[in-house]
């Protein structure tokens, strides 16, 4: 088993519970960590089988932005289950930073981190 990393991939989505934040939007950053058997990729060196990393930016990207919702963790849900569903994956750990809170703190951002497998799909 291998764990492919596409890491702080940088969006401009529209969540939060706030009405300034579905209007304003601001900026969200996904890791998105995959496991997956490299085997069946790397015996070959076979393109074919193994995990097109375009295609899951593309796919993350499109949950970010064409999306709202007011809870971050309901987005990276959405970014989990749609990974394994449309991936041949056998785990997704997806970690989502919403770099603009608006609470009273000084803080650099909020994070949520979620691990879905086959197992509990």
């Given at each position: 088993m291998g764990k492919l990393t596409l890491k702080n991939c940088v969006f401009?989505?529209?969540h939060g519970v706030?009405?300034?934040?579905?209007e304003l939007g601001g900026r969200f950053e996904v890791d998105?960590?995959?496991?997956?058997?490299?085997?069946r990729c790397t015996e070959n060196d076979d393109l074919n089988h193994a995990i097109d990393?375009?295609?899951v930016y593309e796919f993350v990207k499109?949950?970010?932005?064409?999306?709202?919702?007011?809870?971050?963790e309901t987005l990276s849900e959405?970014?989990?289950?749609?990974?394994?569903q449309n991936f041949d994956v056998e785990e997704v750990t997806i970690t989502l930073r919403?770099?603009?809170?608006?609470?009273n703190?000084?803080?650099?951002?909020?994070?949520?981190?979620?691990?879905r497998n086959k197992v509990q799909n």
């Open positions: 401009y989505g529209y706030q009405d300034f934040e579905k998105v960590r995959i496991s997956y058997p490299f085997s990393y375009q295609s499109q949950c970010v932005t064409q999306h709202k919702f007011h809870l971050v959405l970014i989990a289950n749609g990974i394994l919403k770099t603009k809170v608006p609470i703190a000084i803080m650099d951002y909020v994070e949520v981190e979620i691990t």
